[in-house]
């Protein structure tokens, strides 16, 4: 699960986030402004991350 701030959600832009944590390669998602409106409405979205090391994640979203 990846929590996004209240302020993100509200600016309601596409923001790209780093998901790398503690791995060896890098991985990030991108929240588009449509689902920052749904977190709007108190919904979890999924997005999939980019490609790293040959394989993607499907990452629940909500905001904090």
Known sequence: VM???KD???AGVDK???ITGTASHSHSVTITAALFA???SNMSVMATSTLGNGHT???TVVCV
């Open 38 to 40: 749904k977190l709007a």
């Open 57 to 59: 994640h499907d990452i």
């Open 8 to 10: 993100d959600v509200t």
């Open 3 to 5: 929590m996004v701030s």
């Open 16 to 18: 790209t986030y780093d």
